[in-house]
């Protein structure tokens, strides 16, 4: 239950309109910053992977388990847990595993392949941590429990008008457009979120003090979340002149200490200002931030009227975020339900996300990934937090995913005298050879055993020219084989 048992009583002073308006900036402080306060460290995982000549190695470390799962983990892993490196605290596991046998050590799933051509062989690696559950199903929740906080804010803010033709024209408003428009405002911010994610899974926006130009990163961020300004813009939340100036803000990546007072007095402020002034002409909301006392106090008197008020009541019977079961104890007085968090995004904290880390040595840059390549170390690394499905802040867990290409040095400098394919042309070979039928395929193989035996890829231009044809059948060579084949490297 959401407990505002303590919460003071507001004077009938504080309870105006227009000062309930002001309570939106408050209510949504309330509940984001509940969610930083917590006890203990969260649950960590850590995974390491390599090729290994029998088997993808992977390697598993945790800070905490229990005996039960050490047991699972034991027999899945065939040996005994040893310690993390430097002495953390918890266990370590390694083993070797086939391609479609990874284990699940947590409830994760995941998907390792490798094909092998002539030249070299492509990798593909896929892993998802968090519980297994309807995606649709978790999202939907979130959205009803969104609207609901959404509906009784209404509610509440209707209650301090005394005027009903301004009560009405604000039920108008709110329905019409204030409801609509943020339902259709975080749906947009959480879709942009999970492409975001999707492109880069541990993407974070730099801290203020560090300078530097745009990454291709954060260059992306820019382009996932401008339509949301453009958005605003259509809605006439903002001016397209404040739009502007918000999209130029931090063009450069980075905004300094003045820049952002003077965003907050000349954008944010007056754009808050403008928005309360249009449902109560001359109020003024006051700065944005923690200082804003009356700010605080009127979030406070929403969460004690949603414990307390009957209004809020008929707003959760009308909601389908009520369970059917919380639903009877209201109808029958007992207020001692579990609200869920507006959008997920729990009231008290919630439950501690999963902090999951993947180090993947490829010895290759991968050609399709949404992980961050060191080549210094020759890794891919994935790294994200990962919620409970009724407390996510996106759509979906993240996919880990890298697909990259090894070289068969020997066999393509016996052919060519050099390495010529590599990453995204090594694997369009791996490929092309796949959709050769039995015939050509043998033939293919014929022809490369004589262009390694005499050092020369001439052998292989008739075959190619052969495939190349204009029938539906064909399968004509990658541009980067031909080039390759008929001397135009690189072309």
């Given at each position: 239950?959401?407990?505002?048992?303590?919460?003071?009583?507001?004077?009938?002073?504080?309870?105006?309109?227009?000062?309930?308006?002001?309570?939106?900036?408050?209510?949504?402080?309330?509940?984001?910053?509940?969610?930083?306060?917590?006890?203990?460290?969260?649950?960590?995982?850590?995974?390491?992977?390599?090729?290994?000549?029998?088997?993808?190695?992977?390697?598993?470390?945790?800070?905490?388990?229990?005996?039960?799962?050490?047991?699972?983990?034991?027999?899945?892993?065939?040996?005994?847990?040893?310690?993390?490196?430097?002495?953390?605290?918890?266990?370590?596991?390694?083993?070797?595993?086939?391609?479609?046998?990874?284990?699940?050590?947590?409830?994760?799933?995941?998907?390792?392949?490798?094909?092998?051509?002539?030249?070299?062989?492509?990798?593909?690696?896929?892993?998802q941590f968090g519980a297994a559950r309807d995606d649709w199903g978790a999202f939907r929740d979130r959205m009803n429990a969104g609207e609901l906080w959404i509906r009784m804010a209404i509610r509440f803010f209707e209650s301090r008008i005394e005027d009903e033709e301004a009560r009405s024209e604000w039920r108008r408003i709110a329905n019409e457009e204030l409801l609509p428009d943020a339902m259709s405002a975080f749906l947009r911010f959480n879709a942009g979120g999970y492409v975001q994610q999707g492109q880069r899974v541990d993407t974070r926006f730099r801290p203020p003090k560090e300078r530097g130009p745009r990454s291709d990163d954060e260059w992306f961020q820019l382009q996932v979340f401008a339509p949301l300004v453009a958005f605003a813009v259509e809605r006439s939340w903002i001016e397209p002149w404040e739009a502007q100036l918000v999209l130029l803000s931090s063009i450069d990546g980075w905004v300094s200490a003045g820049e952002r007072a003077w965003t907050r007095e000349e954008l944010a402020d007056p754009i808050v200002k403008r928005t309360v002034q249009k449902f109560v002409p001359g109020a003024d909301p006051g700065e944005i931030g923690p200082s804003n006392q009356k700010l605080i106090l009127t979030g406070l008197a929403f969460l004690w009227w949603v414990n307390t008020s009957k209004e809020a009541v008929e707003v959760m019977l009308e909601s389908p975020a009520i369970s059917d079961a919380d639903k009877t104890k209201l109808r029958s007085g007992n207020r001692s339900i579990d609200l869920p968090g507006p959008f997920?995004?729990?009231?008290?904290?919630?439950?501690?996300?999963?902090?999951?880390?993947?180090?993947?040595?490829?010895?290759?840059?991968?050609?399709?990934?949404?992980?961050?390549?060191?080549?210094?170390?020759?890794?891919?690394?994935?790294?994200?937090?990962?919620?409970?499905?009724?407390?996510?802040?996106?759509?979906?867990?993240?996919?880990?995913?890298?697909?990259?290409?090894?070289?068969?040095?020997?066999?393509?400098?016996?052919?060519?005298?050099?390495?010529?394919?590599?990453?995204?042309?090594?694997?369009?070979?791996?490929?092309?050879?796949?959709?050769?039928?039995?015939?050509?395929?043998?033939?293919?193989?014929?022809?490369?055993?004589?262009?390694?035996?005499?050092?020369?890829?001439?052998?292989?231009?008739?075959?190619?020219?052969?495939?190349?044809g204009d029938e539906v059948s064909s399968r004509p060579a990658p541009a980067s084989l031909r080039n390759a084949v008929f001397g135009t490297p690189g072309a």
């Open positions: 239950m959401l407990n505002c048992s303590r919460v003071p009583a507001v004077s009938s002073s504080e309870s105006r309109f227009s000062d309930g308006l002001r309570s939106t900036g408050a209510i949504m402080a309330l509940c984001v910053g509940a969610g930083l306060f917590g006890g203990c460290t969260n649950r960590q995982i850590k995974v390491e992977m390599q090729v290994g000549a029998d088997g993808p190695e992977r390697t598993f470390e945790t800070n905490r388990t229990d005996r039960a799962e050490i047991g699972r983990l034991s027999e899945t892993y065939e040996t005994s847990p040893s310690r993390r490196i430097d002495g953390r605290d918890g266990v370590r596991f390694e083993g070797v595993f086939e391609e479609r046998d990874l284990p699940s050590e947590i409830g994760n799933r995941n998907g390792w392949s490798s094909l092998e051509g002539t030249f070299g062989t492509s990798f593909l690696y896929v892993e997920g995004i729990p009231i008290g904290g919630g439950e501690r996300p999963l902090e999951s880390e993947v180090i993947l040595r490829t010895d290759a840059e991968p050609f399709l990934t949404n992980g961050n390549w060191d080549e210094s170390l020759g890794t891919v690394s994935f790294g994200t937090r990962v919620y409970p499905a009724d407390q996510r802040r996106r759509m979906t867990p993240p996919v880990f995913h890298a697909s990259w290409a090894v070289p068969n040095d020997s066999m393509q400098a016996s052919i060519f005298g050099e390495v010529v394919f590599v990453g995204q042309d090594l694997g369009e070979c791996v490929f092309w050879e796949r959709t050769l039928d039995d015939e050509s395929s043998e033939a293919w193989s014929m022809a490369i055993e004589t262009a390694r035996r005499v050092g020369s890829p001439e052998a292989l231009r008739e075959i190619l020219d052969r495939l190349e």
